[in-house]
């Protein structure tokens, strides 16, 4: 039951179903663990869904990845973490505080 396309798939893995493995195993079923880091440059959402975007954490910042979509398995492979962004249209500025989802 998981997307097709690439990062898709493996962003509901993540979110989804290994927490879910896990509690079957015995474990809490928690969502994955976040951490709050800061962006090293400014970036734009837009949409009325939350977007969990390739990122390359590297110390006390992330670096947005350029992704072109959910299909992008190049871009995914350079990525350590997933930003999680909230749904909504915005504009983030380099230094803001975002969420990370390791990898």
């Not at 969502?31 to 990122?55: D, I, Q, W």
């Not at 990525?79 to 909504?88: D, R, V």
Request: proline residues 11%; charged residues 15%; aromatic residues 6%.
């Amino acid at each position: 039951g998981l997307p097709g396309n690439p990062v898709s798939t493996l962003v509901s893995f993540r979110l989804f179903v290994l927490p879910a493995l896990r509690a079957l195993a015995g474990e809490a079923c928690v969502p994955p663990p976040t951490e709050s880091v800061a962006l090293s440059k400014p970036m734009e959402h837009h949409g009325g869904r939350p977007t969990y975007f390739p990122g390359r954490r590297n110390g006390a910042v992330v670096d947005p990845l350029d992704w072109k979509g959910s299909a992008d398995l190049a871009t995914l492979t350079q990525a350590n973490c997933l930003i999680a962004l909230p749904a909504g249209d915005y504009r983030l500025e380099t230094g803001v505080q975002v969420a990370l989802i390791a990898l």
